[in-house]
């Protein structure tokens, strides 16, 4: 019990010293300009949304929607492992939102707006205009959900 307690303190210590740093937010690495982040953000929306649109909302992609989880885990592992070293690879407002809003930090905070808002709306175009076509969209069957 007094081991239990002592590793208890020493950990609450390091909480204490942990939660009293400076809480990093989403940032553009050194040599990374902020149209280059855009670009950069937009291209990784687009494969992360053209993913989505592929696996788990295209009315005719048969038994393809039953990889869409792992489909879309790749897209984003990838996207991280890509883009992670450059600009953070938000890839979704909220998620560059919540550690701004911590940490205060708003310095090229507009990247991880316009980027994915742009990308994720190209490939919207580009998949519904071009692949989905006039059909339209189908409603699920029932027992899809």
């Not at 940032?27 to 992360?48: D, H, P, R």
């Not at 600009?87 to 809003?101: E, H, I, R, T, Y």
């Not at 905070?109 to 919207?124: E, K, S, T």
Request: aromatic share 16%; charged share 10%.
């Amino acid at each position: 019990m007094i081991a239990g307690l002592s590793r208890f303190c020493y950990h609450s210590d390091l909480f204490i010293f942990f939660l009293l740093q400076e809480t990093p937010a989403f940032g553009l690495s050194s040599g990374v300009g902020a149209w280059n982040a855009v670009v950069f953000e937009i291209v990784m929306t687009f494969g992360l949304v053209y993913t989505v649109y592929a696996t788990a909302v295209d009315p005719k992609k048969g038994n393809l929607g039953i990889i869409a989880p792992i489909a879309i885990g790749f897209i984003v592992g990838a996207n991280i492992l890509a883009g992670g070293a450059f600009d953070g690879a938000s890839m979704n407002p909220a998620v560059s939102f919540g550690p701004a809003v911590v940490s205060w930090t708003w310095t090229n905070h507009w990247v991880y707006w316009l980027g994915p808002f742009i990308g994720a709306g190209i490939a919207a175009l580009v998949y519904d205009n071009i692949f989905i076509g006039s059909g339209g969209h189908e409603p699920l069957p029932t027992n899809d959900f």
